[in-house]
């Protein structure tokens, strides 16, 4: 679970991460995770989630503390097609949408910018 977060920072079960991260179902987490672009999201950006043998039901995408990172409709459809529901928010709020479907049971991925 994620304990906090704040600019530039996340605390995922007591580890501090200052760079952008993936939290795999497993709860597993990919630190220093960059993108090709570093504000706008390609499919590519997501391999440690497609490698899975069992794909997430969900997928969480936080998009900056101001929200500065793109996610474009292809790549949202794309994930759909894969039987992956896309939430995008905030960080802010995103950390906490992760926390309630994890608690609810629901096997949660999530992609999370850091800043901006």
Do not use: Q
């Amino acid at each position: 679970m994620i304990e906090k977060y704040e600019f530039g920072v996340m605390v995922v079960n007591g580890v501090t991460y200052t760079r952008d991260l993936i939290i795999l179902p497993n709860g597993e987490v990919k630190a220093n995770w960059w993108r090709i672009e570093g504000h706008r999201l390609h499919l590519e950006d997501l391999r440690a989630i497609f490698e899975l043998d069992n794909l997430p039901e969900v997928l969480v995408i936080g998009t900056g503390y101001s929200g500065l990172m793109r996610v474009p409709v292809s790549v949202v459809e794309e994930l759909k097609s894969k039987g992956i529901e896309v939430i995008i928010e905030r960080t802010t709020n995103a950390w906490k949408t992760f926390n309630r479907l994890v608690g609810e049971g629901r096997r949660v991925a999530a992609a999370f910018h850091l800043t901006c």
